[in-house]
């Protein structure tokens, strides 16, 4: 029994599910315990009837002892069980409460459309029909780092050579669609596959080297106060204006890209700062593109529009002359934003944090890092389905207030196509915005930032 719990508990640590592998913990414990004290009342039983034995006749000793040995065994058995129980429940009634909003929580990802977890308290919006920001209360990370069952190489080239293990066996020796290895939603394949090109990056290009590079790259701009001084000056949310080529939902966006024009026209065009997509696979963006922005001159800060997983990502962005990085509160726990914000803070970059749901905005809001921006993606990672009301709906809450009481510069991202969309998210709180698809593709983005913000052309 020991052996299949230890099995299970490597299990689960291999999977990441640790409030399972505490329930196991709690479990084992509580068998150890159920038998230190059943052998501590059969000793202390055995001695009294010992010592009764030596006064009785042999008969009747004999028959005593049978008697009280089956009950001593039954009532020590219950007593023991109860004694567990009772320290038990406290923890058990927590954990198991976890593992069942962690469980909801994860079948509502699932290609299905989110519900709002039903609440007794009252700060929480009602959901409206059409779908707006989820106003979950858990927040906690749904998205799974990597497949399960690994990763399976074909023969090909670059990431033509990635695929999921589709297949799994039974014992029997049947082949069947493992569908646990398959990912729920395309935010989980993105991280999914990033763990796979991290580790290609790493054997081309050690961590070693990267941390070299980071010392010869060019100096950090403040890619907060830009946006600050632009929302002074001209009373309208600071501009984020993004650089890229395609995303998962609309293919390719701006079929005669060329990074260092789109981003010099964005400059014209008044934008505070910029957002550069790196992700190769998905958004046909690259590493590189900052840095051939940085070395045209461009002089607007620079966000590195990235999936993060990993410390290197973070070294590899301001080596190409990043000044900043996203973190998504989706795929990070708390424990990873506190270790990665550090890291950026730590080679002078700011972090823009990321959230979708109430339950990730509570999250963040209460980690013991520093926020220096705040971003609410109306854009639903999972379905990549668009609501401007997200941020509003959001911004309405306790957190809204508490947000503008912490002086934290929140930004508005995705869906926004207009001045009413900028107004919209201007009034619900937001200091700054974040534009692409509606700048990118167009010929002359310098243009339609004009028209963005209904300014004079």
């Not at 519900?115 to 409206?128: M, N």
């Not at 906690?140 to 066996?169: C, D, N, Q």
Request: proline residues 3%; aromatic residues 6%; positive net charge.
């Amino acid at each position: 029994m020991n052996k299949k719990l230890f099995s299970l508990c490597l299990l689960c640590l291999v999977s990441r599910q640790r409030q399972l592998v505490l329930l196991l913990l709690y479990h084992s414990l509580f068998i150890i315990i159920h038998g230190i004290l059943y052998r501590a009342g059969i000793i202390s039983i055995s001695i009294v009837l010992f010592i009764h034995s030596q006064k009785v006749q042999k008969i009747q000793r004999a028959k005593n002892l049978r008697i009280l040995s089956f009950c001593t065994h039954h009532i020590l058995t219950h007593l023991s069980i109860l004694v567990v129980m009772f320290a038990a429940s406290h923890q058990n009634q927590h954990v198991f409460k976890t593992v069942s909003t962690t469980t909801k929580t994860t079948s509502n990802i699932r290609g299905r459309r989110r519900q709002p977890t039903r609440t007794r308290t009252t700060h929480l919006l009602k959901i409206k029909a059409a779908g707006a920001a989820v106003m979950d209360d858990t927040g906690e990370v749904t998205i799974r780092r990597r497949p399960p069952a690994g990763h399976k190489e074909h023969l090909g080239m670059g990431s033509e050579r990635f695929a999921f293990k589709m297949e799994a066996v039974t014992p029997e020796g049947e082949r069947i669609d493992n569908e646990e290895n398959k990912p729920r939603n395309i935010l989980e394949e993105i991280v999914w596959y990033k763990d796979y090109e991290l580790t290609l990056m790493k054997e081309k290009m050690p961590l070693s080297l990267v941390r070299g590079q980071v010392k010869l790259a060019p100096p950090v701009l403040d890619f907060k106060q830009a946006i600050v001084d632009q929302m002074e000056k001209t009373g309208q949310p600071g501009l984020i204006a993004e650089v890229k080529k395609a995303s998962p939902s609309k293919g390719v966006i701006q079929p005669n890209f060329d990074p260092v024009k789109i981003a010099k026209a964005y400059e014209e065009g008044g934008a505070a700062c910029l957002s550069v997509l790196t992700d190769e696979k998905f958004f046909q963006g690259g590493f590189e593109n900052l840095k051939l922005i940085k070395e045209a001159g461009v002089t607007c800060p620079l966000l590195c529009k990235e999936f993060i997983v990993d410390a290197y990502q973070i070294y590899l962005a301001r080596a190409r002359g990043a000044d900043a990085i996203l973190l998504i509160a989706a795929v990070l726990d708390n424990q990873d934003l506190k270790y990665f914000t550090k890291i950026a803070h730590s080679v002078g970059m700011k972090v823009l944090l990321e959230v979708h749901t109430y339950g990730e905005m509570k999250r963040v809001l209460s980690g013991d890092f520093d926020i220096d921006l705040l971003g609410i993606n109306n854009r639903d990672l999972g379905t990549f389905k668009v609501d401007l009301n997200v941020t509003v709906e959001l911004m309405a809450t306790e957190l809204g207030k508490e947000v503008k009481e912490r002086n934290i510069v929140m930004v508005g991202e995705s869906g926004i196509f207009t001045i009413d969309d900028v107004n919209v998210v201007q009034n619900a709180g937001c200091g700054a915005i974040l534009v692409g698809e509606s700048l990118v593709k167009q010929d002359t983005p310098d243009v339609g930032i004009k028209k963005l913000f209904g300014r004079p052309l």
